[in-house]
């Protein structure tokens, strides 16, 4: 953690022991909060009433009435944490506070080495409550499933990798880029990377960039003071200072507009930040997970991203390619996502037929895994009998495919089919040969040509009884 964990918070100390004040006081003061002391309700109320505080250190028994007065009357803003102290040996006057809104107390006579553990449990309580805005139900993330397959090996071992370095790191971790299209997974490994490692235990925030107004963004990321802009009528604590500890993800990060991106990059330097409308920093120790499905180079060369943002994030690069480069696994994934979902509706498992294997493998997946989660679940919902053959994939196959060419089409119109019936099987067969003769037997070649697979292509030779003779 920092030197100064608690620097930029203001901390307000109310209690009618001079002593007891000033000790409190220095202590925090070490470990870089600013301190008001007072001794009475009366005083404790104007200074409220003049500034809002992160911390507020409540006696109980004050000469002109009970701390828990102002508990009761609701004067604490919601980020405020606030730890009673009394020396009633019944402890009934914290009880009644914690029943008030406190967050913990404090038992007079009590040691100066108590006040980080409490602060930490105070701010670790406030962190919570302002992180579960953000955290989606574990019921919502019930469908998730995590599957390298082979074809993703290399990524899994690079995961690793990172996850070495930050056991051995522990704090101060360097920010994770993760690139790839819309549904290949970004977020899903995000979690991944963040639950098996070092912080697992500690929060772990999600959020969509491209989903913060421009105007208020700046707020929802860093925080802001009391005032800071016409609807600000209370303090209220950043993303970053609720990740404190933890990890923050920020999904579609290139859509944060340039000043904000600048101030990001300042975070991960400095790692300190500055709430809107205040001049005093606060120490944060946050591991950046950053996501795209935009071409990061390209888009600093258009001058729409940083360059100096760019390369801070550049150092633990992921990039998670798309499903139709990983044809290897598309079936294995498949099973997997039918028996999870079969459970998930309380059915009994439904087997993917050989027919409707191989429409998985010719398809292109525009939406990659998202797009085959989908795909799999309404098949079981709409599909009836024990089997899934996919029989609605095809409805949607020209948004799937690129457009041909202007005045390019490779049916002849004038075609006509003959009496007896026409072999859609053996027409397929012919494509896939013409396709392979093209390409001089180049099966990667042939499935772009054909936009399907290279695995199809593997399946529909695999399964032809009767070879045909290449004599196009």
Known sequence: ??????????????????????????????????????????????????????LVFLDVNLPDGLGTDLLKENVFPAHTAVIVMTADADMSGAVNAL???????????????????VVNRARRARQSERADEYRREDAERSGEIVFFGSSLAPLEKQLEKILAADRRL???????????????????VARWLHNRGPRARQPLIEVNCSALPETLAESELFGHERGAFTDARSARMGLFEAAHGGTLFLDELPSLAPALQAKVLTTLEDHKIRRVGSQKQIAVDVRVIAATNQNLPAMVAAGKFREDLYHRLDLFRIHIPPLRERSDD??????????????????????ITARGREKLLAWRWPGNVRELSHELERAIVF??????NFTHLLSSAKTST???????????????FPPEGFRLEEAINRLIRHALKQSNDNVSAAARLLGVSRDYIRYRLDNLKQPETRGE
Not at 4 to 27: M, N, Y
Not at 332 to 349: G, P, S, W
Not at 383 to 388: A, N, P, S, V
Not at 402 to 416: H, I, L, R
Request: net charge negative; proline share 6%; aromatic share 6%.
């Open 1 to 54: 953690m920092q030197n100064a964990p608690l620097a930029g918070l203001q901390a307000l100390v109310v209690d009618d022991e001079t002593l007891l004040r000033r000790q409190i006081a220095s202590h925090l003061e070490k470990l870089g909060a600013d301190v008001t002391g007072v001794a009475d309700l009366a005083s404790a109320r104007k200074s409220l009433a003049a500034d809002e505080f992160d």
């Open 99 to 117: 029943r008030l809104g406190a967050v913990d107390y404090l038992a007079k006579p009590f040691e100066m080495g108590e006040l980080p553990l």
């Open 170 to 188: 522990q704090q101060d971790l360097p920010p994770v880029l993760i690139e790839g299209e819309t549904g290949t997974g970004k977020t899903t």
């Open 330 to 351: 598309i079936l294995k994934l498949a099973d997997l996502f039918a028996a999870r979902l079969c459970q998930r509706h309380r059915l009994a498992v439904k087997k």
């Open 383 to 388: 599909e009836e009998g024990d089997e899934l």
């Open 402 to 416: 690129p457009s041909a060419p202007p005045g390019f089409d490779w049916m002849n119109e004038s075609f006509v």
